[in-house]
């Protein structure tokens, strides 16, 4: 069923009830009729099937406010409508620089251990299998949820990386700055 929902002609790629015609039917059934229809027009429209891949990458990843659209009337409540327009611009602001960073630190990753053992990195897969998942079946933001501690672990990864270029080229962060007496954890003196 879920693949039918992403892949039929009036499919806008993310969630869709079930046709009166298939409500009535064990899940089995439906599922093996539906999904029969969702193969039928993939076969068909190839060219289709793969742009519609692209949209629903793109609405699993390109937006983050499924949180506030799912707290809409207890927000509007306590702080009135214009408060959804704030709450969703911080939210998809944030999101987006996480995932360009998440981005970055991939593509560092890459620079620094090569294409297949990056690609091959756990956090990778689970982005990779999520990712792929979804540019399949069905697609929504909220669908990027389980994949959000990886991205954000990327996104630590270009913060850090961003970090250590910014003290090799600010002198206040040499290491000679430190105190004479500090030493490191293995006991070896760090100035």
Do not use: C
């Amino acid at each position: 069923m879920t693949l039918w929902m992403g892949n039929h002609a009036n499919s806008g790629g993310g969630y869709a009830e079930v046709p009166a015609e298939f409500a009535g039917l064990d899940e089995a059934t439906r599922d093996e009729q539906m999904g029969g229809i969702a193969k039928a027009y993939i076969r068909a429209h190839p060219a289709q099937f793969v742009w519609n891949s692209l949209r629903r990458l793109q609405d699993t990843f390109g937006r983050e406010t499924i949180g506030i659209a799912w707290n809409e009337p207890g927000l509007v409540r306590a702080f009135g409508p214009r408060v959804l327009v704030w709450l969703k611009l911080v939210s998809q602001a944030y999101w987006l620089a996480v995932l360009a960073l998440g981005l970055a630190g991939f593509v560092l990753l890459v620079a620094s251990l090569g294409v297949w053992r990056a690609v091959s990195h756990p956090g990778a897969i689970t982005w990779l299998y999520f990712a792929g998942v979804h540019a399949v079946i069905v697609s929504q933001d909220r669908y990027h949820f389980p994949v959000t501690p990886y991205i954000a672990g990327f996104a630590g990864m270009a913060v850090w990386a961003m970090v250590q270029r910014s003290r090799h080229a600010d002198p206040a962060f040499e290491r000679t700055a430190r105190p004479s007496g500090m030493r490191g954890s293995t006991g070896s003196a760090l100035g």
